[in-house]
């Protein structure tokens, strides 16, 4: 089998690239990783080595170069068999609620960056940011009444749906969800207790790195 090679920004503040590094522990797939600090004057120099988007993540798989988070899980679903769920009801929903993430929720994801490894810190809420963190709460909690059956996860076992929204649970850890759901909070302590979440977060507590942009809220 050929080598995979996956290229992330650092663990801490790099959303993106915990998506499809997230999987591919999940799925067992091999791979070594590349992590190019962001926000650096060299950053966007070194990431264009591997990604032509200048951007991360970024998968090699011997000629190939696969760009974009979600790009990225969907060829490591191809090529395994594995990353959807099998049902296809179910798979058509988790498709829906990742490209949902992956394109939406803009509020959340520039009012709360991602800070793995901060905690207890407190922003202004607005409405947009309100409406993102409800409807975060309806995708979960509809996901698992309808599909949640057979394990922790969205669609009972792992899926892209669950790699796609782990960032969201570490903003939610972060910055404090609110009034979420119980069921919200269910899903949360279970993507929190995961294995593979948390040796990202070790590394990211680890990292000496530090993004002003990306350290909001007190
Ligand atoms: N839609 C892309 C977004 C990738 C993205 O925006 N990555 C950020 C880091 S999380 C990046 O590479 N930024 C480049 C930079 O900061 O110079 C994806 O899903 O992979």
Redesign the pocket.
Known sequence: MVAFTLII?NKN?????L?PWLLLKHLNVAFTEILVP??RPS??ED?EKY?P??????LLHGELTV??????CEYVAELTGRGWPGAPAARAVARAVSAEM?SGFSSLRSLWP?NARARNRRTAMTPALEADIERIDQIWNDCRARFGGSGPWLFGDYSIADAMFAPVVLRFNTYGAGAISPAARWYMASVLEDAALQEWLQAAKAESWTNAASEVGQ
């Open positions: 920004g503040y790099s959303s993106w690239s998506r962001l926000d950053t966007r990431i990604s988007s200048g951007r991360v993540p970024a760009w974009d988070s979600l790009a990225i992956h991602m």
